[in-house]
């Protein structure tokens, strides 16, 4: 993402053509580029760190770059892990996904798993900050009953569509166990 014209291109020892720059004034440029692209994509939505990084290598910047800009937003607390593992798990929940298939989404999106467990989980007792815990079993219960309605399965078939169905909204046999015995 910088300007080739202010630049010299060079032979590097691989033989692909490395680019450096003439002046810090060029090095400040994409500085700044890079930080108004990051405000810009945080202020849509929230985003986890590797997202962010992920979303600027994409758009042709380096990693080096990234990262000492992104550390300044995290330290002004205009990027967070935890504020977007919290949203998110609210996010999906709502839309009728279970704990095993967040988890796994927030891992692909490079949330630890210190964060994953306390949000998926949300427990009050450990943190008085989180909203009480998430009912996984009537989330459950509730897509179950959008998808299938009151009736009960007719056939071993149907009951193991009905099963596989939860499971890959994410919930676990505990639950969908709990379920299909209302």
């Not at 692909?108 to 467990?117: D, P, R």
């Not at 007792?125 to 989180?130: A, G, H, N, Q, Y």
């Not at 169905?165 to 166990?177: A, C, D, P, S, V």
Request: aromatic residues 8%.
């Amino acid at each position: 993402m910088c300007d080739a014209s202010n630049a010299n291109n060079i032979n590097g020892a691989d033989g692909f053509n490395v680019i450096e720059l003439d002046a810090p004034e060029e090095l400040e440029k994409i500085i700044r580029q890079i930080r108004h692209k990051l405000v810009d994509l945080l202020s849509r939505r929230e985003h986890s760190h590797a997202e962010l990084v992920q979303k600027l290598i994409q758009r042709g910047y380096q990693k080096s770059d990234i990262i000492p800009v992104l550390d300044e937003l995290v330290k002004k607390d205009w990027q967070s892990d935890q504020r977007f593992a919290q949203a998110y798990v609210r996010y999906r929940s709502s839309r009728g996904f279970g704990p095993d298939r967040i988890t796994q989404e927030l891992r692909e999106k490079g949330i630890n798993g210190e964060l994953i467990a306390r949000f998926v989980v949300s427990d009050p007792s450990l943190d008085p900050s989180l909203d009480p815990g998430i009912d996984w079993c009537e989330i459950a219960k509730e897509v179950y009953l959008k998808r299938f309605g009151d009736n009960n399965p007719l056939s071993f078939e149907e009951l193991v569509k009905r099963k596989k169905y939860l499971l890959y909204r994410g919930f676990n046999h505990e639950q969908i166990k709990q379920v299909m015995s209302t």
